[in-house]
């Protein structure tokens, strides 16, 4: 059975930082883009950052310049690092890996930024 573990998310003040972790198995991992999703109430669920298998990576506007997403291949890991928060990037943040032939989901984890 295939799973996706993620961890790291919580209670954040405004401005702080926050990364999410999400681990996959080496099988699925491999060879294939990777990425982090969120959905807020009443929002439809949105990309927010991805990267290649070959390490090129692309960044919702919203976020550009506070968020990088990174992977750590001999981990079966991918990272995404949360800087600079804000109260709007409250959501349920979601890992994806595959995204053509194959794809999988984590469980979600929530960030709620509030002072």
């Known amino acids: 059975q295939v799973q996706l573990v993620e961890s790291g998310g919580g209670l954040v003040q405004p401005g702080g930082s926050l990364r999410l972790s999400c681990a996959a198995p080496?099988?699925?991992?491999?060879?294939?883009?990777k990425g982090w999703y969120r959905q807020a109430p009443g929002k439809q669920r949105e990309l927010v950052a991805s990267?290649?298998?070959?390490?090129?990576?692309n960044y919702a506007d919203s976020v550009k310049g506070r968020f990088t997403i990174s992977k750590d291949n001999a981990k079966n890991t991918v990272y995404l690092q949360m800087n600079s928060l804000k109260p709007e990037d409250t959501a349920v943040y979601y890992c994806?890996?595959?995204?053509?032939?194959?794809?999988?989901w984590g469980q979600g984890t929530q960030v709620t930024v509030s002072s």
């Open positions: 994806r890996v595959g995204f053509s032939t194959s794809s999988y």
């Open positions: 080496r099988s699925i991992f491999s060879g294939v883009a």
């Open positions: 990267i290649s298998s070959g390490g090129v990576t």
